[in-house]
């Protein structure tokens, strides 16, 4: 099994800053991309940015120049700092890993269960 646990959601004026994190665990043999994923009320979900196992990254013009992806390889833990927040950032915000199982042959990707970010005006 393989599993992906987010953490770091919550409640933020507009300007404030939060820091997610998502962690990859079970019978994992690698680790490919990650990504940030965000779903706001209403609308369909959206690529907040993503980050290759090299550690090249895009983003969302969206959020361009205010959030920045990172990734601990060793830990299979991907962090999406978020600065400058403004309400259309709320959304519940879902990390996804393209992973190989240590029993498998194929990467394959797996979400997590989503955390939720407010940004109160």
């Known amino acids: 099994q393989v599993q992906l646990v987010e953490s770091g959601g919550g409640l933020v004026q507009a300007g404030g800053s939060l820091r997610l994190s998502c962690a990859a665990s079970?019978?994992?043999?690698?680790?490919?991309?990650m990504a940030w994923y965000r779903q706001a009320p209403g609308k369909e979900r959206e690529l907040a940015a993503t980050?290759?196992?090299?550690?090249?990254?895009n983003y969302a013009d969206s959020v361009k120049g205010r959030f920045t992806i990172s990734r601990d390889n060793a830990k299979n833990t991907v962090i999406l700092q978020m600065n400058s927040l403004k309400p259309e950032d709320t959304a519940v915000y879902y990390c996804?890993?393209?992973?190989?199982?240590?029993?498998?042959?194929?990467?394959?990707?797996?979400w997590g269960q989503g955390t939720q970010v407010t940004v109160s005006a």
């Open positions: 079970g019978s994992i043999f690698r680790v490919n991309a």
């Open positions: 980050i290759t196992s090299g550690g090249s990254t």
């Open positions: 996804k890993a393209d992973i190989r199982r240590t029993s498998g042959t194929y990467y394959y990707d797996y």
